[in-house]
């Protein structure tokens, strides 16, 4: 109930007993008197009678009371009901959208509702300034990050590219092995900083998406042939269920989900020891399809929940399992999957060890 419902029914309840306690009453006192009245009286030189003008003196004292009430309930509504009800609003704009709303000027208020404001006032300032100044250093890490990324790519490429004229240069088997191993590294460092390259323009807001009508069933078969090799060698076994029926198409950036996708399935991959299994799966519902990569694994613990989508955090039991990794992948593939309006998120499994990733895509119309 509000406050001013509240003051209102008050007075109106109030008022209602006042005149039908003062009704009473007049009541009694006039049958007792009546009596000693003469039927008529003289106002302004006209005869009036005389119950006509006691019943007419009443009303307005009726009226009188009801004014003094509406006099009161205004006075109510200014000094407490309006500031509060302003500074209220103010709170939960401030609250949602970090955003000051002007408060209008309670000079007419109380004391304590005028230092209240004020107070409330230099809190959203001082507030306001520490996040501007926030908002400026981390727009300076990112841009640092990324103009250090764009300086790395370039002689990163060619290093790469030469390690790679170099593996089919008839070399020893020890030198072989060493460009092998130096060929991969590089490919990890490129990966990195294209990586990098995301996050800096994620955090600019720079990150663009090219919605199209995208095939998830030719996705998820593509992905699943992509990493078959990785599973093998791991001695894991993937798999795609597919739907008997089709589930139409998805509203998506195709290469964006893709991303996703990679990062989902090769984490299951490399997360989950020998013998055990990954399965990919989708269905549809409530105008969206479904994705869910599962795998028999390291599992997550719940300790780790609020942290694994932070950039750089690796869980202890993955570092153990897996020295390789950066942790920045599953902060992207929230980012991507949030602005495809399906947030990412992940349960153990009920039916054994292991994880459940999913998230979810519009139905394309
Ligand atoms: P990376 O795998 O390179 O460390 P990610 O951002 O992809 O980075 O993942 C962050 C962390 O989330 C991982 O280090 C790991 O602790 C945890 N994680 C992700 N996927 C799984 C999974 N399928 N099973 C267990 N832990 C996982």
């Known amino acids: 109930m509000s406050a001013r419902a509240f003051v209102a029914s008050l007075f109106a309840g109030s008022l209602a007993l006042i005149c039908l306690f003062t009704l009473v009453a007049f009541q009694i006192i006039w049958g007792l008197i009546s009596d000693l ?9 006209f005869a009036f009678p005389t119950a006509f003008i006691i019943y007419a003196n009443g009303i307005l004292l ?38 000051q709303v002007p408060l209008p000027d309670f000079a007419h208020t109380i004391e304590e ?4 404001t004020k107070a409330f006032l230099e809190y959203t300032d001082s507030v306001e300034k520490v996040h501007e100044r926030d908002m400026e250093v981390s727009r300076m890490k990112s841009d640092f990050i990324s103009t250090a990324a764009h300086q790395l790519r370039t002689p990163m490429t060619g290093i790469r590219w030469a ?33 990098l390259l995301d996050i800096s323009s994620i955090e600019s807001g720079k990150y663009k998406y090219k919605f199209e009508a995208v095939d998830m069933a030719g996705v998820l078969e593509e992905i699943t042939r992509d ?20 589930l139409g198409k998805a509203r998506a950036d195709r290469e964006r989900i893709k991303w996703v996708l990679n990062n989902l ?19 549809a519902g409530l105008g969206r399809i479904f994705i869910r990569v599962k795998d028999t694994g390291i599992g997550i ?65």
């Not at 509702?113 to 209240?116: I, P, Q, S, Y």
């Not at 949030?338 to 139905?363: A, I, M, R, Y």
């Open 113 to 116: 509702v005028d230092g209240f």
């Open 265 to 283: 399935v090769e984490n299951a991959i490399r997360y989950t020891p020998a013998g055990g299994s990954v399965q990919v799966s989708m269905d």
């Open 62 to 99: 009726y009226l009188l009371i009801a004014l003094i009430f509406a006099f009161l309930y205004q006075m109510i509504d200014r000094l407490f009901i309006k500031p509060v009800k302003f500074i209220g609003t103010a709170m939960d704009e401030f609250a949602k959208h970090s955003r």
């Open 301 to 365: 613990k719940e300790g780790d929940r609020s942290s694994i989508f932070e950039r750089f955090y690796r869980a202890q039991n993955a570092v153990q399992k897996e020295n390789s990794g950066n942790g920045l992948g599953l902060y992207i593939a929230r980012t991507i999957a949030t602005d495809h309006g399906g947030d990412l998120n992940f349960e153990p499994n009920k039916d054994g060890q292991g994880t459940t990733f999913s998230f979810s895509l519009p139905l394309a119309n």
């Open 37 to 45: 009245l003469p039927a008529k009286l003289g106002v302004f030189g």
């Open 163 to 195: 390690l790679e004229a170099l593996q089919t240069s008839g070399l020893t088997a020890d030198q072989q092995a060493l460009i092998d191993s130096a060929v991969g590294k590089s490919h990890d460092l490129v990966t990195i900083i294209g990586t």
């Open 227 to 246: 990493f078959s090799p990785l599973a093998q060698a791991r001695q894991v076994a993937l798999y795609y269920n597919k739907n008997e029926t089709p």
